[in-house]
T-cell receptor, first 115, second 114 residues
């Protein structure tokens, strides 16, 4: 079983719909990240959170540490939101000479929003 | 600011050839990373650097070498390319370490090894 699981793998929506993408993880984490990968391939960091909720425009990210689960919501979806959304968690990297955490990435959720 | 840039954008190699991918950032970030992205898998860390002159192995380092001679540049080398190294390679940088800080990604390099 992967340490970071995202659902659904693929999602289609009509413009204006409310979107929810889920991320579950099985390791202890320092932080959770949501990233967006555009159809052209570029990757942009959307949120980093370790508790509670963050909002940026029409995007909302929540995390429940006890349940090891995070959700990314998109309100009033638009075709320009079409992208792959990636969840990543920071977790200890044991034996690392620089004492850094490692990021474990999910495989992504592909979202298509149609007009 | 250009952010994070990568060269080249595309490359085709034959098995056994060598090449170097260049990553440059103009944000004065300490941390830099090389990832590979393969279909059906999440991004995987190849090597990373915590500052000028430092490098460390990530989760999939075999077959790759890196150097960070200048703070703004992070080079990824393939000494003897193999078809298993066909992938899209992303460089990223961050002010603090990636698990607790925002990463900025380059546009990617699509490498095909025949």
């Amino acid at each position: 079983k992967n340490e970071v699981e995202q659902s659904p793998q693929n999602l289609t929506a009509q413009e204006g719909e409310f979107i929810t993408i889920n991320c579950s993880y099985s390791v202890g984490i320092s932080a959770l990240h949501w990233l967006q990968q555009h159809p052209g391939g570029g990757i942009v960091s959307l949120f980093m959170l370790s508790s509670g909720k963050k909002k940026h425009g029409r995007l909302i990210a929540t995390i429940n540490i006890q349940e090891k689960h995070s959700s990314l919501h998109i309100t009033a979806s638009h075709p320009r939101d079409s992208a792959v959304y990636i969840c990543a968690v920071g977790t200890p990297r044991f034996g690392d000479v620089y004492n850094t955490d490692k990021l474990i990435f999910g495989t992504g959720t592909r979202l298509q929003v149609f007009p | 600011n250009a952010g994070v840039t990568q060269t080249p954008k595309f490359r085709v190699l034959k098995t056994g050839q060598s090449m170097t991918l260049l990553c440059a950032q103009d944000m004065n970030h300490e941390y830099m990373y090389w990832y590979r992205q393969d279909p059906g898998m999440g991004l995987r860390l190849i090597h990373y650097s915590v500052g000028e002159g430092t490098t460390a192995k990530g989760e999939v380092p075999d077959g790759y070498n890196v150097s960070r001679l200048k703070k703004q540049n992070f080079l990824l080398g393939l000494e003897s390319a193999a078809p298993s190294q066909t992938s899209v390679y992303f460089c990223a940088s961050s002010l603090g370490y990636a698990s607790t800080d925002t990463q900025y990604f380059g546009p990617g390099t699509r490498l095909t090894v025949l």
